[in-house]
């Protein structure tokens, strides 16, 4: 049996490709068009492994989906591929477009061909999983309940728009022709191989480069963070026992303003690597200018998908959080790897002005 996995080179691909395979036997064709985001060093472990195929393309490219679908005959796919950070929809929502709505269309095109062509019992047996975001759910106010899956859509961000958009055709797909899709809607994950464009990433790195820790606004903006295994877990337990056409949320039970979350990375740092002058990493805190739009608070009610099929994360965030500065103090090699050229030309751009 095999498994084609989309974006499988990105931050929560590569998780997710790593620990599959360290728990299955089954195969991973992963197709990843390598873009800023996706680096195939995330996937050194794998790279004398026949179990694992690399395939750099795009989602969008018809043609090849098509081809790799044919030769491969994947009993699932699974929809990590897209543009996923916010700042950069802001700055350039176009590529946003083009992966996270055109390309899903053309995948989902792709793979309605190919589920059907199949003979009945692997019809049956298939599964078209779309990993998606609570950001599609918009913003909620201090005292709001938590998102739950049928939370009206109201997103406030281009990528959280196009997110948006490819949900609703992923639905559509699965009402108008019966194609037996999941989706999955998670909030903020953090831990190894995180890109570090995204705050507790970027945190870490900042830091103990000396440089300032920008915080938007005041700092209050409150997220659910989730260690990256966790969601990991709980996408193998959704394409496993989720029912067909059903999104599925998935939070931590973990909501913290960023502030607290720099503060803790700030501590941590301080413990494991102190800086030489002896003073505290939060020193180096910078307000500055927020982000166009924030979304001030996130929060994931996950009881469906604990209720129905009995997943719970199994990490805290002091635990996940340790482990996640931990690595990156182990892997000066990989930050050092992805900061190339393009990474300090984002880096100037998006921090210029504040
Ligand atoms: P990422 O940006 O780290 O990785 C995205 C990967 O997709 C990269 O490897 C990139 O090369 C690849 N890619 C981009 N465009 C592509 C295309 N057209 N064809 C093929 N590959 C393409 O993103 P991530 O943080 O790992 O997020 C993965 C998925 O999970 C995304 O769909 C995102 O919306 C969703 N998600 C992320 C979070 C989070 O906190 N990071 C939370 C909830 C949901
Ligand atoms: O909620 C799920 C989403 O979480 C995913 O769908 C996105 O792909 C992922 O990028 C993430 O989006 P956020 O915008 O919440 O993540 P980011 O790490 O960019 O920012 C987290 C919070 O920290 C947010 O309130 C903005 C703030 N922030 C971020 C950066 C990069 C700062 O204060 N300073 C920064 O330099």
């Not at 915080?215 to 067909?244: E, F």
């Not at 503060?263 to 200018?289: F, M, N, W």
Request: net charge negative.
């Amino acid at each position: 049996m095999t498994i084609l996995v989309t974006g499988g080179a990105g931050f929560i691909g590569s998780n997710f490709v790593l620990d599959w395979l360290a728990a299955s036997d089954e195969d991973v064709v992963n197709l990843d068009k390598l873009t800023y985001a996706g680096n195939v060093h995330n996937l050194a472990d794998l790279a004398s492994d026949p179990r694992h195929i690399f395939v750099q393309g795009d989602i969008g490219d018809a043609g090849l989906v098509a081809a790799l679908l044919k030769a491969h005959s994947p009993r699932a796919v699974l929809n990590f591929a897209a543009e996923s950070h916010v700042d950069r929809s802001i700055l350039g929502p176009l590529e946003f477009i083009q992966t996270n709505i055109v390309g899903t269309f053309h995948l989902l095109e792709q793979v309605r061909a190919y589920w059907g062509g199949i003979d009945a019992q692997a019809q049956a047996g298939f599964r078209f999983l779309h990993v998606s975001t609570d950001e599609v759910y918009g913003s909620l106010a201090s005292r709001d309940p938590a998102f739950t899956e049928t939370h009206r859509y109201e997103p406030n961000s281009p990528y959280s728009a196009s997110k948006a958009a490819s949900d609703h055709l992923v639905r559509a797909y699965h009402h108008t022709y019966g194609l037996p899709v999941l989706t999955t809607n998670c909030s903020n994950n953090y831990g190894p191989l995180h890109f570090p464009e995204k705050l507790i990433p970027l945190m870490i790195v900042n830091a103990q480069a000396g440089k300032p820790l920008p915080v938007y606004g005041d700092g209050q903006q409150i997220r659910d963070w989730l260690y990256v295994k966790d969601h990991c877990s709980a996408i193998r337990t959704v394409l496993q026992g989720g029912r067909l056409g059903e999104t599925y949320n998935i939070g931590g039970w973990n909501e913290k303003p960023n502030l607290h979350i720099v503060h803790t990375v700030c501590d941590l740092l301080d413990e494991l690597k102190p800086r030489a002058d002896g003073q505290s990493y939060r020193s180096q805190i910078a307000y500055v200018t927020d982000r166009p739009g924030h979304d001030r608070r996130y929060a994931i009610d996950a009881r469906k998908i604990e209720q129905e099929l009995g997943w719970k994360p199994a990490e805290t965030f002091e635990t996940g959080i340790r482990k996640t500065v931990q690595w990156y103090l182990d892997h000066p090699q990989w930050v050092a790897q992805v900061q190339s050229g393009a990474y300090r030309e984002w880096v100037a751009t998006q921090y210029a002005q504040t």
